[in-house]
């Protein structure tokens, strides 16, 4: 509909997740029209992202570097693992402040529908990582949907032979939450899952 | 909370209109993570959009050329002028394939709060086309919303004087819409603008 460049950049801001053709739209016109805006600043971070961005090459976490901050740190306790499904599950772990051991990222979770099995995910270098007697605990912190759960159950079979303790993240109602607007599920597990109070 | 790069593009990704902090971060992994899409496109036109885009020296449109392809085409009917806050709402009327005439964007409506008066807008170049007879009708086409309605009340006086006719678009009930989820004003509109059938 546009001329020439006009629609080429609302084309390709419409080809990232999430964008649709009315927010390419205005997001084009945002970049065309604000002057105080810098669009070369975004073009370079596009440019240099995909040379610089490297995965850890012990946990498969983002990083800049052959092996991650997390990784690198000696303050972290190299006996508790925590596995998740993506880096940025990572991030919104590290934000609780809760966690102070090493992570793995499996770089998705186990679905059938999606051609996902387990050997498309670092569950191997999950393996080799537990080859010395550092690890005592797998936190398996993949996400409580059904293939997060497959996942789970995969992993918790595949270290069942092993020495190890091998946890999951507890599921419940979220807090803050209103019981009345729970799903079915997520009702039922915080019943299996209640604690003695007091 | 990620690391250099990581950390750049989600912040700037979230500079864009509409993009938070959670869509900027499942974007900025979509762009490192997915082998099939090529960050640098986004990025070429990005370096180059503000450069190679203008806007049109009669209408305001964008262009790449001095001139935009409307105006510059002989088959359009240069009697009729109709009135837009922007260049997007070119491309809306150009849709409905309804209007043959010529455009004007005002680059925004008259709205005191966002320091926005009639010398913000280009409303004096539009009378500069005004100064020949060719022009017959002008359709006011801003917005039906309180800057949109003002900046057309502005308009209808300034142009009262000439020997032009001057009109509105109808307001009224969307087609498609339901009576029932239509909002007082609407359909207060719809009864004051209603037609004899047959």
Known sequence: MYEGVVQDLIDELGRLPGVGPKSAQRIAFYILQTESYDPTRLAEVLTTVRDKVRFCEICGNVSEQPTCSICRDPRRDQS?????????????????????????????AISPIQGIGPDQLRIRQLMTRLSDATVREIIIATNPNVEGEATAAYLSRMLQAMELRVTRLASGLPVGGDLEYADEVTLGRAFEGRRLVG
Chains 1, 2 share one sequence.
């Open 80 to 108: 508790l693992i925590c596995v998740v499904e993506e880096a940025k599950d990572v991030v919104a772990i590290e934000r609780t402040r809760e966690f102070r051991g090493l992570y793995h990222v499996l770089g998705g």
